[in-house]
Nanobody, 121 residues
Framework: QVQLVESGGGLVQAGGSLRLSCAASGSIFSINVMGWYRQEPGKQQELVAIISSGGSTNYAESVKGRFTISRDNAKNTVYLQMSSLKPEDAAVYYC???????????????WGRGTQVTVSS
């Protein structure tokens, strides 16, 4: 089993910054893509940013230039640096990781429990 634990959420004023972290632990041989998704109440979950094991990144258009995703493969941790936050960025942010438990296994998606980000105007 694999656990993903997020941290770093909270309340911030519009224009401010927050840094989210997500550490994976458990039966890990390797981690492929890691990413961040978010969901507002009553809305569908949406992709925020993803990063491959090699460091290639992809961002939602709404966060490009403001958010930066990075990872530390040695620590099995992914980060999301969020700057110039807007009220519309407020949501529960979920960490995702595609994990291989062994050299023979294919990747399996795991999710964190989420961390709340609130942006006051």
């Amino acid at each position: 089993q694999v656990q993903l634990v997020e941290s770093g959420g909270g309340l911030v004023q519009a224009g401010g910054s927050l840094r989210l972290s997500c550490a994976a632990s458990g039966s890990i041989f390797s981690i492929n893509v890691m990413g961040w998704y978010r969901q507002e109440p009553g809305k569908q979950q949406e992709l925020v940013a993803i990063i491959s094991s090699g460091g290639s990144t992809n961002y939602a258009e709404s966060v490009k230039g403001r958010f930066t995703i990075s990872r530390d493969n040695a620590k099995n941790t992914v980060y999301l640096q969020m700057s110039s936050l807007k009220p519309e960025d407020a949501a529960v942010y979920y960490c995702n990781a595609n994990v291989r438990a062994s050299i023979r296994s294919s990747g399996y998606d795991y999710w964190g429990r989420g961390t709340q980000v609130t942006v006051s105007s």
